[in-house]
């Protein structure tokens, strides 16, 4: 057996402080109006990542980006992170896969946090092999009107439309690499 290789031993490890309980439920269940986005972050040959980690940002249904204090709240008691209050809406989340690569969020539509913008979903990727994050967007839906998407040809632009499924529940896969790699975004 060959010895680790430096990018072997970096990581991730994600799952020691980073996760907190109720990460994915920006709202709690039951909240009227609350929608579910899933999925999973896949890898070049479409297996899962079992490890990854992916924060999202959005607007709230109104558009507003101020959010509520409270994602990560510290349990008076024992010091560690209790999570969310389950009141405030903060307009973030932080969902570790599971072993099938699979997350899942619990939010509320966003809104337009511009005038004539398409509301979206922020996403930040963390997972093995990646030194750098990657940044990408979700959209709920598919109009005209927004810079990224109208200047991406289809088949790339279909990488940030989730699939609308069942009653307000939509799916959305990341991939890493490939034919249908996601569209990543460059903040540099």
């Known amino acids: 057996m060959r010895p680790p290789t430096p990018s072997q031993t970096i990581g991730p490890f994600y799952g020691y402080a980073l996760p907190f ?12 109006g609350a929608i579910i986005v899933h999925g999973a972050v896949l890898d070049g040959a479409g297996q899962p990542i079992p490890d990854a980690l992916l924060e ?6 109104a558009g507003g980006l101020t959010g509520a204090p409270g994602s990560m709240r510290r349990d008076p008691v024992t010091g560690s992170f209790a999570g969310r209050s389950g009141v405030g809406f903060t307009g973030f989340g932080r969902v570790a896969a599971d072993a099938d690569g699979h997350w899942t969020l619990r939010t509320l539509p966003p809104g337009p946090a511009a005038p004539g913008a398409l509301p979206y979903i922020s996403v930040c990727v963390f997972a093995r092999g990646l030194l750098h994050h990657l940044y990408t967007r979700v959209y709920l839906e598919d109009t005209a009107g927004d810079p990224l998407l109208d200047s991406l040809d289809p088949d790339r632009r279909a990488t940030l ?19 249908e790699e996601t569209v990543f975004l460059d903040f540099g």
Do not use: C, K, N, S
Request: proline letters at 14%; zero cysteines; a negative charge.
């Open 56 to 61: 999202f940002w959005q607007a709230d249904p």
């Open 21 to 32: 309980a109720g990460g994915g439920d920006l709202v709690p269940p039951g909240h009227p």
């Open 161 to 179: 439309i989730a699939r609308p499924e069942q009653d307000g529940t939509y799916r959305f896969d990341i991939r890493l690499q490939g034919g």
